[in-house]
């Protein structure tokens, strides 16, 4: 559905702003066109006009880490429809950025956010094949491994203020939200980029190679950190043990 001609107008009006501002030299600025882009992008009717803009949004990502993160963050956002993945996967650099990023580790806001984006970009066939040869599947599961051993440390500090908390004034709840925790934000993330990733089978085969089942066991048991991350563990479980190693055909 085409926009209303008062709402094309202010898109209009808006995008030489933020194309001076994601060409400007200033980070500041540069976030600020980001952000602006991020909301038009959210709007479905809109898209079309943000589009011309997305490969200034892909060179961006190699810029600071608070610019990677915030430039992966729109790639997302554009990546939630259909005709913004299709864009996205004619864009060169852009997988192989967005890898680059999602190998810095949760301690990197851009990793997050480019997590955030692989997992939309392989909701299509296309985009699954074009992450595993860009190296993705790896880059995502070392990510999630990468989150492991500061979790658990959050989780024994969970069990002890559980049980002080029971102990001093009866039962309450220690389970945090992946918006606040950026370990189980990423960790969440790049979770649901390898449960778009199952879809193929030989995928699939990839992740039972790596060892994934026994880190997703690790990350079953963390429910107390986040409960959402633990629910996509217990998916990515549940398809990697259904399919038996020897019944996929490895090309």
């Known amino acids: ?7 094309a107008n202010q898109v209009t009006a808006a995008l030489p702003t933020i194309e001076r501002q994601l060409a400007a030299d200033h980070e500041s600025l540069q976030e600020e066109g980001i952000k602006q882009l991020k909301e038009l992008a959210l709007h479905c009717r809109v898209l079309p006009a943000v589009l011309p803009l997305l490969p200034r949004l892909v ?3 190699k ?3 608070s610019v ?12 939630l429809s259909a005709e913004g993945r299709a864009v996205l996967e004619r864009q060169e650099g852009l997988l192989v950025n967005l ?3 999602v190998t810095e580790g949760w301690a990197s806001p851009a990793a ?3 997590a955030c984006s692989l997992m939309n970009i392989a909701a299509s066939s296309s985009g699954k094949t074009a992450i595993r040869n860009a190296e993705g599947i790896k880059a995502l599961m070392a990510l ?3 989150c492991v051993p500061p979790l658990e440390k959050e989780l024994a500090q969970a069990r002890r203020t559980s049980i002080m908390s029971t102990t001093q004034d009866g039962p309450r709840s220690s389970r945090s939200s992946s918006s606040s925790n950026p370990k189980a934000a990423a960790c969440t993330s790049a979770l649901g980029a390898l449960m778009n990733l199952l879809g193929d089978s030989q995928h699939i085969t990839t992740m039972q190679q790596a060892g994934l089942a026994a880190v997703m066991e690790k990350l079953q048991a963390m429910a107390a950190v986040d409960e959402a991350m633990a629910h996509r563990a217990t998916f990515i479980t549940s398809r990697l043990s259904a399919t038996p190693r020897d019944s996929i055909l490895v090309l």
């Open 59 to 61: 060179q961006l990502l």
């Open 144 to 146: 999630v491994e990468d």
């Open 68 to 79: 990677r993160g915030a430039a992966a963050g729109t790639l997302a956002a554009v990546a």
């Open 112 to 114: 997050e956010s480019a």
């Open 99 to 101: 890898v680059a990023c």
């Open 63 to 65: 810029s600071g880490n």
């Open 1 to 7: 559905m085409a926009p209303g001609s008062s709402e």
